[in-house]
């Protein structure tokens, strides 16, 4: 270890370079010091008939609120049941880095249509992130294909990746330069808490998504009074933002990769690949290998391929569609399915808008070991037992190692002022793990906690279990929360795994039902 530490030193990654200054911490005082000017709201490009969009311009900066101004895309459902109206309730599909204006459509169909039209259904581009101005791009080219093999053979190919962390940071930096100071999640529910004003309403509701539980978690924290109702799914753990949740992701996905090869096992007979769990994950690295060996259709090789898969640790309605897609390419040599897979999963080439944000955001959030050491021993320790994830999640956070910002506050959540809160959570989610749910439900003392046994999805309201669904929709409706009871106040039967479809239009069609939140890249 020793040898190996000096090498790094001396390859001159272990120390972080010269940092500009670190980022102002928003406050809610100097947030209420700025009202924005009144959105001015058109139909939105793209999206179906009465779904608006405007701009809301906020302070960069919320310790000078009348300096430098950005904008934040904003759309709008109005509600159609005055009669019964609830107000304003905000989305956040997650990331960061996610963009949330196409969710007032999204979520007419997940709340039906009488729960929906007694809201107005909000969706935002956080700050840096899509239709907002200015939107984040470091290199666009970042993810294009084939890129190096993310799992190091040896300690050259190790500090090559590290360096070309290193690059997109210091690209960051020159490209944004003091933007950067500005990108964290306190910014970002700041700006939220101008959204409310431009909408006109003295009480928000607010329902999250995985990066999203944290955002709304950080509102509610810095803007108690404001929140009306507050639902969070598939919860970030507060006490382990960032690295550290990072590590716990590689276990909980390591975790989730034998039950698909397991599933997969069960199917021998549609897929081919073994008949024990075991077997079929040996054809799945047998596969990486080949790939990195020579990459299908110059486009997926072992990096690509692993992104691919990814997303079955996120849904596993996916399965179907990644399972065929691996048998294809296993027993008969066809890249076909692995290439349309690929497509509708791993590909974040030609656009980094998704990734540069996440990287400002959770660099800039919290601190990060900046010696390349510590990344070393721990990587390599998760590696050992969560080949599946690690070294791919090592190369989506390394940036943080060499941001260009100095952490200089860590936000504390706390929940106690929140009247009532609405939580979600998977035993077996993977990228968001359990015990997130958990210790947030402690810091919301007014909380429920409905937990899922064991399905293994990530994001459970809106998708059909009458068990959550009841419950989410009641709440919203008019405030009914479950019973209290010490730990999880209610537990729900999961989603029924998979069964192979019998074609490929289905396998098509059923894998795209479920995906109307997908976030490319996130993790």
């Known amino acids: 270890m020793k040898r190996i530490l000096t090498a790094l030193a001396t390859a001159g990654l272990g120390l972080t370079g010269l940092l500009v200054a670190g980022p102002a911490t928003a406050s809610a005082q100097h947030a209420s010091d700025y009202t924005p000017p009144a959105p001015q709201w058109a139909q939105c490009e793209g999206l179906p008939a009465g779904i608006e969009c405007a701009m809301v311009e906020v302070p960069l900066d919320y310790g000078n609120p009348r300096g430098q101004k950005i904008k934040i895309a904003v759309s709008r459902k109005k509600a159609t049941d005055t009669a019964n109206y609830q107000g304003a309730v905000l989305f956040n599909p997650g990331g960061p880095g996610g ?25 935002f581009d956080p700050r840096g992130v899509g239709s907002s101005e200015p939107a984040l791009r470091c290199d666009v080219h970042f993810f294009d294909p084939v890129r190096p093999d993310y799992v190091p053979s040896n300690l050259a190919e190790e500090l090559a990746w590290v360096k070309r962390s290193k690059g997109y940071a210091e690209a960051c930096g020159k490209t ?5 100071d500005h990108m964290t999640t306190v910014d970002a529910a700041t700006d939220m808490d101008q959204i409310r004003k431009a909408l006109g309403q003295s009480q928000i509701s607010y329902v999250g998504y995985s990066y999203g539980t944290y955002l709304g978690a950080t509102y509610a924290t810095l803007f108690p009074t404001k929140v009306r109702r507050l639902v969070l799914d598939s919860i970030v753990n507060p006490e382990r933002v960032w690295y550290d949740a990072n590590l716990d992701q590689n276990h909980a996905f390591e975790a989730r990769a034998k039950d698909f090869f397991a599933w997969i096992a069960t199917y021998d007979a549609t897929y081919h690949l073994g008949t024990t769990g075991a077997d079929v994950e040996k054809a799945f690295y047998a596969a990486r290998a080949k790939l990195k060996a020579a990459p299908a259709e110059g486009r997926v090789g072992p990096d690509e391929f692993d992104d691919t898969y990814l997303a079955g640790g996120y849904l596993k309605s996916r399965w179907p569609l990644l399972a065929n897609a691996l048998s294809r390419y296993v027993t008969a040599s066809e890249t076909a399915p692995l290439l349309a897979a690929y497509a509708t999963y791993g590909d974040s080439s030609g656009d980094d808008n998704s990734f540069a944000v996440y990287s400002a955001v959770e660099c800039s959030d919290a601190k990060w070991p900046r010696n390349w050491g510590t990344w070393h021993r721990d990587w390599w320790q998760s590696y050992r037992t969560a080949p599946f994830l690690t070294w791919g999640n090592a190369w989506f956070n390394a940036q943080c190692a060499y941001w260009p910002v100095r952490v ?51 994001g459970l309201t809106g998708r059909g279990n009458a068990c959550i669904d009841d419950i989410w929709k009641a709440y919203l409706s008019d405030g009914t929360l479950p019973a209290s009871k010490p730990g999880p106040d209610v537990h729900c039967a999961p989603f029924a795994d998979p069964v192979p479809p019998a074609s490929a239009t289905t396998l098509m069609k059923s894998s795209a039902a479920q995906d109307d939140d997908w976030v490319p890249g996130e993790r």
């Open 408 to 458: 200089t506050h860590e936000q504390r959540i706390d929940g106690r002022q929140v009247k009532n809160a609405l939580f979600f959570q998977d035993t077996k989610d993977a990228a968001t793990p359990y015990q997130g749910g958990v210790e947030m439900h402690k810091r919301f003392p007014n909380s429920r906690l409905v937990v899922m046994d064991g399905g293994g999805n990530h």
């Open 176 to 180: 944004y330069g003091h933007l950067l």
């Open 99 to 123: 963009s949330g204006l196409a969710y007032p459509a999204v979520m007419t169909t997940r709340l039906g249509a009488a729960l929906a039209a007694k809201y107005d259904l909000i969706g």
